[in-house]
């Protein structure tokens, strides 16, 4: 039996449409919500857990109807992508507090709020108050409100969102270790190798309609025809494309002299990535900045439907 | 009584009662409460004032009870429990659609009618607290001669009362606006200072549609005082009827609120 199933799912805000049609079953494992800024992400998750009523449509967890079954919650954790908090509290009154709206008694709430602190890595600071808190803290912050109560189902709302590099791999760790305890993790991001990381479940929304879902290499597939350009400062940019422009994964190379930047499209941004690092280090290019203007997933879904 | 239905009224009170005292904590840390905490001390200021300039001035003297039921007709009940009511009400619902933590309260296993009234309790018993400790304050510095003539005491107890009626029955309908209302505050503001202030003074059965008419009819006969104009035209009714409509009051909105918070869509803007 599936976990989460949903029917017909839609939803729209006056004209605007937030999510049309969405016939989804999700099982246990990670699921991956991937798609653009506005693609209808939070509408979905939030749908599915109850915080909005759909128009059309049906959403179940478990068998049972979401939308005020409140019962459903101590099984469940959700992850808000907005920053918001009770910032007068201090992590912890908050965390204790929110455990104690479980009807934890006041032992068993402390005890909770300190392991998922100590997982997150905020119990040092557990007494400052929110308001005093680094984003990539807050963001912590509302994944252990999230893991607190050790619930069956995690949805999580761009959970790396405001993380640094080392935070984002600890989190990702984290999410799989919860994976293998058999717990169903919903994740949504804009960001592929974010999900990449995670899962190869992967469910791909856009303007509020699912786009695909299945294998990530499928959409892998789908996604590495089309060309990625990707931008190089460095000290020598002119050496660097000509170590580059033989090779046939290479479409074009362009240069901006001004920003002392090269422009690279591929149409295999895995092996360029895989290539770049020797090539810097044997003709001795000091790189600046690496970027990729091309690639954020409003891109790669304006070429798939062919825009 | 059916066990699954005792289990069920047993889980409705704890949730309340956490949700209670969740924001009773959470209230008193916020910078409103400490905002309004000062605003409630300023007839404490003003009875400091009086009673330094009766002090020091060798005029006639008036009476602390007397200048007490002014400061009561005048501040407390025509400004101050609207103005708490009103902020503090509305915001039970509304301070957490604004500040997007509504998601966090929705997604716990606590009845959204629990998390209503758990809420309304500690918001309400915030603002009892604030209004008491400046009427007490007031009535001990006006009194100061006369602290022990206990019938003194009866006074201070009546018109605690009736300011803790009006801030249970105003916050309730403040409340039930806040659940529905965008623009809250404004409605709160027209109500309170229009409605209110304009349909206590109406001649007949008119009068018995404002919420203040109930609680003048319930002050003592005397307490006009020299502000003995804001009981203008005021026909009041018996002290039973008066409780009754406001407990009424009290009862319907807060019914209400719970019913619109579990049905309404709260859409948190991004």
Request: glycine share 6%.
């Amino acid at each position: 039996m599936p976990i989460i199933e949903t029917k017909n799912l839609s939803k729209w805000y006056g004209n605007v449409l937030g999510l049309s049609d969405v016939t989804l079953q999700i099982e246990s494992g990670i699921t991956g919500l991937l798609g653009p800024n506005g693609a209808g992400k939070s509408t979905f998750l939030r749908l599915i857990t109850g915080q909005l009523k759909p128009n059309i449509g049906t959403v179940k967890i478990k068998g049972k109807k979401v939308r005020n079954n409140y019962s459903l919650f101590s099984i469940i954790g959700f992850c808000p992508e907005q920053d918001c908090f009770y910032d007068e509290l201090t992590g912890w009154q908050f965390l204790t507090n929110l455990l104690k709206l479980h009807n934890f008694s006041n032992d068993e709430a402390e005890r909770k709020a300190q392991e998922a602190l100590e997982i997150v890595e905020l119990s040092d600071d557990k007494n400052r108050v929110i308001r005093s808190y680094s984003k990539g803290m807050r963001q912590r912050l509302k994944f252990a409100q999230v893991i607190a109560h050790d619930p069956e189902i995690m949805i999580l709302d761009e959970p790396l969102n405001g993380l640094d590099p080392l935070g984002r791999r600890k989190i990702i760790r984290l999410i799989k270790t919860y994976q293998r305890e058999g717990k169903t993790i919903i994740v949504s991001s804009h960001v592929l190798p974010e999900i990449e990381a995670m899962t190869k479940k992967i469910i791909l929304i856009h303007q509020g309609k699912i786009f695909a879902q299945g294998n990530i290499h499928y959409i892998r597939d789908l996604i590495d025809t089309h060309p990625h350009i990707i931008s190089i400062k460095c000290s020598h940019p002119r050496e660097l494309a000509s170590k580059f422009i033989h090779e046939n994964y290479v479409l074009k190379v362009h240069f901006a002299i001004a920003s002392n930047s090269l422009l690279v499209e591929t149409n295999n941004r895995d092996k360029f990535f895989s290539q770049l690092p020797s090539v810097l280090i044997e003709n001795n290019i000091k790189v600046d900045e690496i970027t990729s203007p091309d690639d954020n997933l409003q891109a790669v879904f304006d070429y798939l439907i062919g825009k | 009584m059916d066990m699954k239905i005792k289990e069920k009224i047993t889980f409705f009170f704890t949730s309340g009662r956490n949700v209670f005292s969740f924001f009773l904590r959470l209230g008193l840390k916020t910078k409103k409460t400490k905002i309004f905490y000062l605003i409630s001390f300023l007839p404490v200021l003003m009875s400091l004032i009086i009673k330094f300039s009766q002090v020091f001035s060798n005029g006639r003297q008036i009476e602390g009870t007397f200048i007490f039921s002014n400061m009561i007709m005048v501040f407390y009940l025509q400004f101050l429990i609207l103005i708490l009511a009103l902020f503090f009400g509305t915001s039970v619902c509304s301070e957490e659609v604004e500040g997007k933590t509504l998601t966090y309260l929705v997604t716990r296993p606590i009845p959204k009618p629990a998390f209503i009234l758990g809420k309304y309790s500690a918001y309400t018993l915030i603002v009892i607290l604030m209004v008491a400790v400046g009427v007490i304050f007031s009535f001990v510095i006006l009194n100061v001669d006369n602290l022990l003539d206990f019938s003194r005491y009866k006074i201070l107890l009546r018109y605690m009362a009736v300011l803790t009626l009006g801030i249970l029955c105003y916050s309730s309908f403040f409340m039930f606006i806040g659940t529905f209302l965008k623009r809250s505050i404004l409605f709160g503001l027209i109500f309170s200072f229009g409605w209110e202030n304009v349909v206590q003074y109406f001649p007949g059965s008119t009068q018995r549609f404002a919420i203040v008419h109930y609680l003048k009819s319930l002050l003592p006969p005397s307490s006009g005082g020299r502000f003995s104009f804001l009981l203008f035209r005021l026909e009041p009714s018996s002290p039973g009827m008066s409780i009754f409509m406001l407990l009424l009051i009290t009862g319907i909105f807060l019914v209400l609120s719970c019913v619109v918070f579990s049905l309404k869509e709260y859409i948190l803007d991004d």
